[in-house]
């Protein structure tokens, strides 16, 4: 056997695994840019959610029973897609539309209290206070609260979660 196809058989030794363990790693690249697109589509619905449920209670003043069960069924994977932090901030919405929904149930039944009873301004005053916090969030609080998560930037990756 000639000198030189014996070279090219130590070689190939060599080469082969290099290969293979590029082509492995390329796999890997792959596999991570496939789980962030993944992941983004599931924060995002998570987020249009929230924000859907913001802007109605900022257009009515109020919500209803059906855009509280859509808020809670369209963010319940929160807690599995984001940080604590957030899923609280979640909760957060939650509640004060809920608190918000019955101070209004309040307001609307004017039987319980005359018009200028201190319950029913306090009533009122908490009502404007939700709504006012509300137009705070659609135009700061859920992007900034969700940037981090659905930001499309490669070298960044999130806090606690190198991997996305």
């Known amino acids: ?22 082509l492995a790693w390329q796999q890997v690249q792959i596999a991570r840019v496939k789980l962030q697109h993944d992941v983004y589509d599931r924060r995002f619905r998570v987020f249009d959610a929230a924000r859907r449920f913001a802007a109605n209670i900022c257009l009515n ?7 509280v069960r859509a808020f809670i069924v369209g963010t319940g994977d929160a807690v599995f897609l984001f940080d604590d932090a957030l899923a609280k901030y979640l909760d957060e919405m939650r509640s004060r539309a ?11 039944d004017r039987s319980l209290l005359p018009p200028l009873s201190p319950a029913r301004v306090e009533a009122t005053k908490i009502v404007s206070e939700h709504q006012s916090w509300f137009g705070e969030q ?17 070298r960044r990756s999130v806090k ?3 991997w996305l």
């Open 1 to 22: 056997m000639p000198w030189w196809l014996q070279y090219l058989k130590a070689l190939a030794v060599v080469a082969i695994p290099a290969v293979g363990a590029w």
């Open 61 to 67: 003043g109020t919500t209803t029973d059906e855009d």
């Open 98 to 108: 809920s608190e918000m929904q019955s101070r209004n149930a309040f307001l609307d």
């Open 138 to 154: 659609m135009t700061a609080g859920l992007i900034g609260k969700f940037e981090p998560f659905l930001k499309l930037d490669k």
């Open 160 to 162: 606690g979660y190198p």
